[in-house]
Nanobody
Framework: QLQASGGGLVQAGGSLRLSCAAS????????MGWFRQAPGKEREFLAS????????NYADSVKGRFTISRDNAKNMSYLQMNSLKPEDTAVYYC???????????????WGQGTLVTVSS
């Protein structure tokens, strides 16, 4: 089970850190990712991180502003979001999944989302 938290209302230019708690067994194949879905839009990949934490991947829309990390001892993943923009407003989801040879993240398990609202 996954549970995302840390969303809220923030002004443009501000920062938020989202957390994702994973319960139950995890393994070295459990890579983690973050997605978001804005009203009327499809769910969008944001970032992924391998189980070891050594490799990360970001969507161009958040590269340089968002940072994904994880703490396997705590079964947690984090998404640090800086320089937030109104267009970052969305429900944010974390997921456990696989990473293909090409580096694409394929989610297997989804957490409940957390709403991030960025005011202008």
């Amino acid at each position: 089970q996954l549970q995302a938290s840390g969303g809220g209302l923030v002004q443009a230019g501000g920062s938020l850190r989202l957390s994702c708690a994973a319960s139950g067994r995890t393994s070295s194949s459990n890579h983690m990712g973050w997605f978001r879905q804005a009203p009327g839009k499809e769910r969008e990949f944001l970032a992924s991180i391998t189980y070891s934490g050594r490799s990360t991947n970001y969507a161009d829309s958040v590269k340089g502003r968002f940072t994904i990390s994880r703490d396997n001892a705590k079964n947690m993943s984090y998404l640090q979001m800086n320089s937030l923009k109104p267009e970052d407003t969305a429900v944010y989801y974390c997921a456990l999944g696989r990473i293909s040879v090409s580096g694409s993240f394929w989610p297997d398990r989804w957490g409940q989302g957390t709403l991030v609202t960025v005011s202008s």
